[in-house]
């Protein structure tokens, strides 16, 4: 499996490149559907399902990050300045929930 090609330091600074868990679950997963034990069931493992979830926890991460740095790099702009810290909080939870159901159906 190959995702991207970067220098290791440049790849987890991006995070471009998958983790070493998700990779190795994606690689599990392969090979038992390479073994032939790949009904229409049996497909969807333990594994791949592991894969799936851990790729919509790391878009819902990333999502959040994104928006606790535009809330610190923006806090004097009039649209978030009214904000206090209840909306802040909210706003974050949101964007990381809708983040990560939105980047984790594309990393399908």
Partial sequence: MQEAKLTGALGRATNLLPGKIQTGVISRSLD???AGNASIYGAIGRDKLKAIALGYGDQAL???????????????????????????????????????????????
């Fill in 32 to 34: 038992e559907i390479n």
């Fill in 62 to 108: 990333q999502a959040a990050a994104w928006e606790l740095a535009t809330v610190a790099t923006m806090k004097a702009n009039p649209t978030i300045s009214k904000d206090d810290l209840g909306d802040i909080v909210s706003h974050t939870l949101s964007a990381a929930l809708v983040g990560g159901v939105i980047g984790g159906s594309m990393k399908l």
